[in-house]
Every structure is written in structure tokens, then in C-alpha cells.
């Protein structure tokens, strides 16, 4: 596999679970319900580490996309 067929495989993978913890997330709100306090400060189950885990995909998505064609974010 060549490096750009990784890089792209790694994005898709990414997104793949990116699109998972949202329907997570949805299906979570619809049973609980979600509030502000909730969302930005929960210490407990899915929301624990749910924001910073999809930022941080998210932010590897746009690096790879860069790489892939050969440009930066800055």
C-alpha cells in the first residue's frame, strides 16, 4: 500500500468513527438528554472524553487531508 493509499485509508477510518460517536451521541441525547454543563464538563460515561477525543480526530482528518495533497494548514 503506498503512502497515500494509507493516508487516505487512516481518513476514512477516522471519519468512519467520527460518524459512529455521532450517532452515539444523537441516540445518548434522545434517552438522557444532553445540557450545557453535560456536554462541555461531564466526568462520567460517553460524554467523559467525547469532545476532546472527536476534536482531536477531527483535526488529524484535516492533517491528513493536507498531506495527502501536499499542502499545510498554516
Not at 503506498?2 to 434522545?30: N, V
Not at 450545557?36 to 488529524?60: C, F, I, P, V
Amino acid at each position: 500500500m503506498t503512502d497515500i493509499a494509507a493516508l487516505k485509508k487512516e481518513k476514512q477510518d477516522l471519519i468512519d468513527k467520527m460518524l459512529e460517536m455521532q450517532k452515539q451521541f444523537i441516540d445518548y441525547e434522545h434517552e438522557h438528554g444532553v445540557s450545557g454543563k453535560d456536554y462541555w464538563a461531564s466526568q462520567d460515561g460517553l460524554l467523559a472524553d467525547y469532545r476532546q477525543e472527536y476534536a482531536d480526530m477531527a483535526n488529524r482528518v484535516v492533517d491528513i487531508a493536507h498531506e495527502i495533497v501536499g499542502s499545510s494548514r498554516i
